[in-house]
């Protein structure tokens, strides 16, 4: 096996949107993440494998301090976004997560309308002056998440009674509207159907470059679809993380080659 | 290496190594017995290497199946990926080898009834070997994925190149002095060049199974002298 260059395991990049540097997640006396550093960059889309349980959510939720809502977590190391650690006291975390935007894996709408999903960031965040600031808003955020011909004369019916694609790009889009610059992405697929699915990926295509998408997906053919980057976690390491393309013809380390493989386990 | 945690998938993987190490076996026996046969004058078993290029063909059109279902059944990634690819491309070369023997066979009926007039001739026996050996080891090399070894046999391509040049300059003479046996040594001329030919090929294969086990390709390498014009 070919040497592992300290380029392949830490691929740092230009201008990096996020930086990671030998972060640390303690679950109470139980280490979940044992020093992973990495940039991620507006460029492309970054992918974060692992089997279940490897920390890959949980460094994802780092990166937006969403491990504050656990009691027991204790975060280590430096994250910057832009060079500001977010950590630092000084950060607003709301502010923070509103630059560093979050869908989940299950599809969460507000049991309010498709309208107020996505009006409702850009109301608490001040984004709107008018009412016809936020039409402009809500149909910009609906266009961008590929939803808007879909809804645009039923706005006001409720968002839960879209369907399961449809409520994760209306999430996309509540994402979207309070124009953040990151997005984090946690399995955004894994209820869906193939065809809602392969609309999601699609949009993460559009997506790209506009804000800098990390995704974490359980499923490697979407990995090495929708991504250009591909960072692979293994009990709380980060093992190897390359160009996508690279990592699924040739990885460098044993391990990834096993998972990618399907010979994990 | 380890099993996949799919075993079918890993049966599957056998099944193709095993179809291309047949495919290997049947090309190195062609090329051995066509020379055999040149060297004896022995139309049977020329005929016998022209009837068994079938079942070369035959595991081409198998593996080639094989191939196209484990892409989509099991979308292979990394070494899994590069090992099927190189399959798939290793299969059409052996054919081509399979066929270039075939041809060496055809034409032992057409050359002369009493070989012993024929010098040259002489020259041909080893410059086959050689080129069977390649084939031989660049399979074994994807058996047994072994870089080093399919860099040996990439290495060894000059020689079969340098015994073609050989034998061209030695048939030219030879037919200078003896223009009675000029059609006899245009065959054998063609004869030559198709074992450089298959010497290039085995050379192709060995590229092929270096990148499955390495994931890296090689840099364009040296090759032979060129033919050069005769003063």
Known sequence: MTPMTEEQTNLTIDNPKMSARDVKVFYGEKQAIKGVSIDVGMDHVTAFIGPSGCGKSTFLRTLNRMNDTVASARVEGEITLDGENIYAPSMDVVQLRARVGMVFQKPNPFPKSIYENIAYGPRIHGLAASKADMDVIVEKSLRRAGLWDEVKDRLHDSGTALSGGQQQRLCIGRAIAVEPEVILMDEPCSALDPIATAKIEELIHELRGRYAIVIVTHNMQQAARVSQRTAFFHLGDLVEYGVTSDIFTNPRQERTKDYITGRYG | ?231
Not at chain 2, 138 to 165: C, Q, W
Not at chain 2, 194 to 220: C, F, K, S
């Open chain 2, 1 to 231: 290496m380890a099993e996949h945690t799919i075993k079918a998938f890993d049966e599957e993987i056998d099944r193709l190594r095993g179809l291309i190490a047949e495919m290997g076996g049947r090309a190195e026996a062609a090329i051995e017995n066509a020379m055999l046969a040149l060297q004896r004058q022995d139309k049977t078993l020329a005929a016998r290497v022209v009837a068994d290029d079938k079942r070369i063909d035959a595991i081409e059109a198998e593996v080639e199946k094989l191939v196209i279902q484990v892409i989509a059944l099991r979308a292979p990634m990394a070494n899994d990926l590069r090992d099927v690819i190189a399959a798939l491309k290793i299969v059409s070369v052996v054919e081509r080898i399979g066929d270039y023997a075939k041809n060496i066979a055809k034409r032992v009926p057409l050359i002369a009834t009493n070989t012993r007039t024929l010098e040259p001739i002489a020259l041909l026996p080893s410059m086959g070997q050689v080129a069977g050996e390649m084939v031989h080891d660049a399979l074994n090399a994807f058996a047994a994925r072994d870089a080093d070894l399919a860099l040996a046999v990439i290495e060894r391509d000059t020689v079969v190149d340098d015994f073609y040049n050989s034998v061209f300059r030695t048939l030219v003479t030879f037919m200078v002095e003896n223009p009675k046996t000029i059609s006899e040594c245009a065959h054998l001329l063609f004869v030559a060049k198709n074992i450089e030919r298959i010497g290039d090929h085995a050379t192709n294969v060995a590229e092929m199974v270096y990148y499955a086990a390495t994931g890296q390709t090689l840099p364009e390498r040296e090759r032979g002298a060129d033919l050069q014009p005769e003063d």
